[in-house]
């Protein structure tokens, strides 16, 4: 029983963690699935559902909430779709051409491109960030493909 509640502990952990970086929750997963294969007795499915539920604890306030403040039920971030565009768009690629990754780029040089599309640096949450983060992520991928 001790050995679950500490697992439990990990779960929330990691899930605090996800919250911090949405890749942690995959991270989670695996953790999971390797403690359901890897105790004393293989195939023991509660230490990876406690660590689940630890998870769970911690990350459903925040999809509820997203549901609530967005209209979509969201487990972690709002604007990944934008975060993808930071990364991915034609100044940012310009900028690595001309002067390399050493030098820093700012996020400022990525306004002409969102006023272009009528779109802006997302500072709060409504009911149009779900359409805003699409748009977001589609600027995103079609400068990959245009690189």
């Given at each position: ?5 500490f697992?439990?502990?990990?779960g929330a952990a990691f899930?605090v963690?996800a919250l911090?970086?949405p890749?942690?929750?995959a991270w989670g997963?695996l953790i999971?699935a ?6 004393p007795k293989?195939?023991?499915?509660r230490s ?6 630890g ?7 925040w ?6 403040q967005?209209?979509?039920v969201t487990p ?8 993808l565009?930071?990364?991915?768009n034609s100044?940012y690629?310009?900028h690595l ?6 030098n ?13 599309h009528n ?8 009911p149009?960030?779900v ?11 079609d400068?990959?493909m245009a690189e």
């Open positions: 029983m001790r050995h679950l509640r697992l439990v502990f990990w899930g963690a911090c970086r890749a942690f929750l997963c999971a390797g403690l359901v294969y890897s105790g293989r195939r023991d499915w990876g559902l406690a660590f689940l539920i998870c769970a604890v911690v990350v459903t306030p999809a509820i909430r997203n549901g609530v967005v209209g979509k972690l971030t709002t604007h990944g779709g934008y975060t565009l930071l990364a991915n100044s690629y310009s051409r001309k002067f390399g990754w050493r820093v780029w700012y996020a400022d040089e990525l306004e002409p491109l969102l006023q272009e779109l802006q640096v997302p500072t709060e949450c409504s149009f960030e359409e805003h983060d699409r748009k977001c992520k589609q600027l995103a991928l400068a990959i």
